[in-house]
């Protein structure tokens, strides 16, 4: 399996731009989570997917952030417009539902809002 | 404040070194505490998983302990190699959340193991 698939690696925008970030998640886990990391404010969830249902969204920054999963192997975040201070790194991470819950990360996408 | 927290912030050791990052959390009752490994460029890989019943669990060069009674958790890296330079993060799973799998994550100690 090639894990989890994050696309694009790196994106610089300018600010008020929209951008679509694009996530594959491993074939056969049923749930799917955004994440930012900052410096500052290390991993924070911003919303996750059950069965392709979201389920939590309540880390979503505001309005201009939008999550979809049309399938159960593919999910976006979009930012629209972006911000310089959404420049972060955003993961994607898939797990199957257990006891256990391990996620499993990619690469993630290194945003620059200019 | 973060119910999660971890120290040092940041460690550079010698490598052959032994090393111990600790994480003190205030989640309460929780289902798991774990410990992921973050490389430069890369995304967290988890390296143990514990129940609250657990005390100690291994794998390979990394062992992490648990002491629920005073909610603290430390990671030990035995024999350190250059490839052990990454970010260590400490995350809880808080329990009775439902059907809310959201975890708490710790901020990480950036260890730095130099030649």
């Known amino acids: 399996d090639a894990g989890v698939i994050q696309s694009p690696r790196h994106e610089v925008t300018e600010m008020g731009q929209e951008v679509t970030l694009r996530c594959k998640p491993i074939s056969g886990h049923n749930s799917l989570f955004w994440y930012r990391q900052t410096m500052m404010r290390g991993l924070e969830l911003l919303i996750y997917f059950n069965n392709n249902v979201p389920i939590d969204d309540s880390g979503m920054p505001e309005d201009r952030f939008s999550a979809k999963m049309p399938n159960a192997s593919f999910s976006t975040l979009k930012i629209q417009p972006s911000e310089p201070r959404d420049s972060a790194v955003y993961f994607c991470?898939?797990?199957?539902?257990?006891?256990?819950?391990?996620?499993?990360f990619g690469p993630g996408t290194r945003l620059t809002v200019l | 404040k973060n119910q999660v927290e971890q120290s040092p912030q940041s460690l550079i050791i010698l490598e052959g070194k032994n090393c111990t990052l600790q994480c003190n959390y205030t989640v309460s009752p929780f289902s798991n505490l774990r410990w992921y490994k973050q490389d430069t460029g890369r995304g967290p890989v988890s390296l143990t998983i514990?129940?609250?019943s657990e005390n100690t669990k291994s794998n390979g060069r990394y062992t992490a302990t648990l002491d629920a009674d005073t909610k603290q958790s430390s990671l030990h890296i035995t024999a350190s190699q250059l490839s052990d330079s990454a970010s260590y993060i400490c995350v809880v799973r808080p329990a009775n959340a439902g059907n809310n799998r959201k975890l708490i994550w710790g901020l990480g100690t950036s260890l730095a193991v130099n030649p």
């Open positions: 991470a898939s797990s199957f539902s257990s006891s256990t819950d391990t996620q499993y």
């Open positions: 514990m129940t609250f």
